[in-house]
């Protein structure tokens, strides 16, 4: 078996081919362009059985990668940090050059089986697109909310209300006398930044409505989960992608930050705060156990026998997180399992 290595950049391809003892057998740097895999799949004909390894498979790797995947070629992930590692490990590590980033590649490949492998994109890219899109649109919404306070709050004697909204900023504008032209220099910049908020309000909507219908594509069962809307379950998806990349509940936890890390040294057990893994994914487990503590059920139930436990109100949040990251697991387990039942 044959493993290509392949560093991508923006304008070229670096491929090295090595064989199973991690023997460099060729290279072949491969420029950026409408015929750039073409060649690519040319030049390796001549190892009939072959597998890639791209760094950066998500990143600047992910058109490459894809086309690969598409093509029926197996293809890992290797993030760069694992393939920064081996060059350092390497000898003559402080030497960084395309092939020698490439050959590293490879090498991470041929000795970590875990390596993510890639899958041709499906629904679930899709949801992540437009749950990036969503907080693109809603940073820019509050970007443009806050200007219209300030331009506001020179216009009318106090200013407006928290809770601004379109509407509100609309209904005040219209008690709006200006006097001079300066004050009517700032109406004109608030009814553009009124438009821009409907204008923005409007994506909004649109985004959740296309939301909405890629989430009904997957079949999922996420949003029964309380607390869990369409946002947070096209967040998960989107995020996660295939979750049967993740062998147990465990390494979902890890993936996902809710996992405490093992901090322990001699006869001391001890565990601390994980402030790593995926942070989005975080995030929604953490607006999950926000919304069950507060509105009661299995997830207040487990908070409060935490608390009485002698738990801080933080440590027993985190606990729950812990095991809404197991629930939302089993879920997903469950839906991928029905879904292969359903295509067979």
């Known amino acids: 078996m044959i493993l290509i290595g392949i560093d991508p950049h923006k304008s070229s391809h670096t491929a090295v081919a090595v064989d199973a003892s991690g023997h460099q057998l060729a290279k072949r740097r491969f420029v ?3 015929g750039t895999f073409r060649q690519l799949m040319a030049w390796c004909e001549q190892w009939p059985e072959r597998r890639f390894a791209v760094e950066g498979a998500g990143g600047l790797g992910r058109s490459l990668a894809q ?12 993030p760069s940090t694992l ?8 000898t003559g590590g402080n030497r960084k050059t395309d092939e020698a980033d490439a050959r590293h590649v490879a090498h991470v490949a041929l000795f970590r089986p875990d390596l993510r492998q890639v899958t041709p994109e499906d629904q679930t890219t899709i949801l992540r697109l437009l749950t990036e899109r969503r907080e693109d649109l809603v940073h820019e919404r509050t970007r443009v909310l806050n200007r219209l306070h300030g ?4 216009l009318l004697p106090g200013g407006v209300a ?8 609309a209904a005040a504008m219209k008690s709006i006398r200006p006097v001079t032209a300066t004050d009517n ?9 009124l438009a821009d908020l409907r204008r923005l309000d409007r994506l909004v909507k649109d985004n959740e409505v296309q939301m909405r219908e890629a989430l009904a594509a997957t079949r999922t069962t996420l949003t029964h989960l309380p607390g869990l809307g369409t946002v947070l ?6 995020h996660v992608g295939d979750v049967s990349r993740f062998p147990t509940e465990h390494h979902f936890a890890s993936y996902t930050g809710s996992a405490p890390l093992d901090a322990s040294s001699g006869n001391n057990v001890r565990h601390r705060l994980n402030t790593g893994g995926n942070r989005a994914l975080n995030s929604v487990l953490h607006t999950i156990a926000i919304c069950q503590i507060r ?21 027993a949040r985190r606990a729950l997180k812990r095991r809404l990251s197991n629930v939302v697991y089993r879920i997903m387990k469950r839906d991928h399992r029905n879904q292969l039942t359903h295509a067979a």
Do not use: W
């Open 32 to 34: 950026v362009n409408a």
């Open 67 to 78: 086309q690969l995947a598409a093509a029926g070629e197996h293809v890992v992930d290797v």
């Open 83 to 90: 393939s920064a590692r081996a060059r350092m490990l390497a």
């Open 151 to 154: 331009v506001l709050r020179d």
């Open 162 to 169: 928290t809770g601004l909204s379109a509407d509100k900023a």
């Open 185 to 193: 220099c700032r109406r004109d910049i608030a009814r553009d930044l």
């Open 233 to 238: 379950a096209a967040k998960v998806l989107g």
């Open 295 to 315: 509105d009661g059920g299995r997830g207040q139930d487990y908070y409060l026998r935490k608390i009485a436990e002698g738990k801080t109100p933080s440590e």
